[in-house]
């Protein structure tokens, strides 16, 4: 047979990778004038021709004779290639003036594709003060569905952000089927990486999941109403190690900037994140009282850390904001305990009355603590008045005292009206 030549009709996705063994099946054997492959360079859907000039079949019995021709081709990492894509290969043999054409064999692209799930465990403590632990769940799933593939090289980190410290790894617990070895994990600075950075990587097979759970503590400098976003990520490659032709995620594959999520459908990349707002210490006095951060005249509210060291009475209540309604009940209308129980009144408030004040201060926290009140006596819904303020930065003590104030000629009598204290090292604050 002059001219043998055989050309394999690549598709688009698919590149011949410069590997090719030939092997022949017959009694006495089959010549060949020798083989090269063309052209000199491939890419992208360049077909592969084989020739063998001429070949000679020295076996002459009645049994078929095979010349076999196998090669590597890599499934590239393009756009076009996805999950599910079908890519359509045959082969076209010719010599001297015969073409013959194969049968046409598909194969199907498959990828690994793994879901990231972040989550804060609720209902958050409460009180949720500082030094108070906030616990998050990572579930890492792997999709078994049809057209999946093991995901290798798989690493996760999570950067635990400002206002939260004293991380802790509370649990990595492997499920799913086929099971596999929970990976290691820990915090290097606030960054959680899983597996530990001295194991590398680790491998999740289709159907596999991992679930973490670490906890972190509330800090400062977090404030009242702050909203702390905590977002974790997840990367994986195609195939085991380092190659080449793998697809893979982060910073260098394939869209080389983005972090996570931001880049093509090709990135081996997933993220997800939560938040939640640091609560406080809020009044529920009417909004004229400028109770809330956002009211009415834009006035930012007054609120607390929550701390174990320091409060008023023997309940502490914790809230996101203000919680002003007409009665000041807001904050015992919220899941949490009613805390007015710091502050008595001994006497009824009337004109030019010296009353006696019962103030039970929690102080723990080894600095003095100071006491301001304001009481609204002529009932304008607010705090404003010079004589409004009833106690200005005074010194309290650890345990009960007793306290004065007199009540203004001024003040309007036999109408329910507002008051707000305020316990803290500072003295200077306003209402």
């Known amino acids: 047979l002059s001219n043998f030549r055989i050309t394999d009709t690549l598709p688009s996705g698919l590149q011949y990778s410069n590997t090719v063994t030939v092997s022949v099946v017959a009694d006495t054997g089959i010549i060949s004038g020798g083989l090269t492959v063309s052209p000199a360079l491939f890419g992208e859907g360049t077909d592969p021709v084989f020739d063998f000039g001429t070949v000679t079949n020295n076996d002459n019995d009645s049994n078929e004779e095979y010349l076999i021709v196998e090669f590597d081709a890599v499934v590239l990492n393009v756009n076009g290639n996805q999950a599910g894509t079908s890519r ?12 013959e054409t194969s049968n046409t ?9 793994l879901a990231l799930d972040k989550q804060i465990v609720s209902p958050l403590p409460k009180p949720l003060g500082l030094g108070g632990y906030v616990t998050y769940t990572l579930i890492l ?7 999946r593939a093991d995901a290798f090289d798989v690493v996760l980190t999570d950067t635990v952000p400002v206002g939260l410290d004293g991380y802790q790894v509370v649990s990595v617990t492997p499920g799913g089927s086929p099971a596999i070895t929970a990976p290691s994990a820990e915090f290097i600075g606030n960054t959680l990486r899983v597996p530990a950075l001295a194991d590398g990587s680790f491998d999740l097979p289709r159907s596999a999941t991992v679930t973490i759970v670490y906890r972190a503590r509330l800090a400062a400098p977090a404030q009242p109403r702050d909203i702390i976003t905590n977002g974790a990520g997840v990367v994986w490659s195609s195939l085991d190690g380092a190659d080449p032709h793998e ?6 594959e ?16 997933r993220a997800d994140d939560v938040s939640f707002t640091v609560p406080g210490d809020w009044g529920d006095a009417p909004n004229t009282y400028a109770t809330s ?3 009415p005249t834009s006035y930012e509210g007054p609120s607390h850390y929550i701390t174990s060291t320091l409060y008023l009475g023997a309940r502490v209540d914790d809230e996101t904001n203000g919680q002003p309604n007409a009665t000041a009940t807001g904050d015992d209308l919220v899941g949490s305990s009613d ?31 100071y006491l301001n009140g304001w009481l609204d006596f002529d009932h304008d819904g607010t705090f404003t008045q010079g004589a409004d303020q009833i106690f200005d930065g005074v010194a309290v003590s650890n345990g009960t005292q ?8 001024t003040a309007t009598q036999n109408t329910p009206t507002f008051a707000r204290f305020r316990l803290s090292t500072d003295p200077n604050l306003d209402f």
């Open 293 to 295: 951060q956002i009211n």
């Open 88 to 99: 359509s290969n045959s082969f076209v043999v010719s010599y001297g003036n015969v073409t």
């Open 247 to 252: 697809r893979n995620g982060g910073g260098t």
């Open 339 to 369: 805390d007015e129980d710091g502050i008595t009144f001994l006497n009824p408030i009337v004109p030019r009355r010296v009353i006696s004040t019962q103030v039970t201060v929690h102080n723990t926290s080894g600095s003095q603590a």
């Open 254 to 269: 394939p869209d080389g900037t983005g972090f996570y999520n931001t880049g093509p459908v090709d990135d081996y990349e």
């Open 402 to 409: 007793i306290l004065t104030f007199t009540v203004p000629t």
């Open 105 to 113: 064999v598909a194969i199907t692209v498959v990828e690994p594709v």
């Open 141 to 147: 799933n792997h999709s078994g569905s049809t057209n």
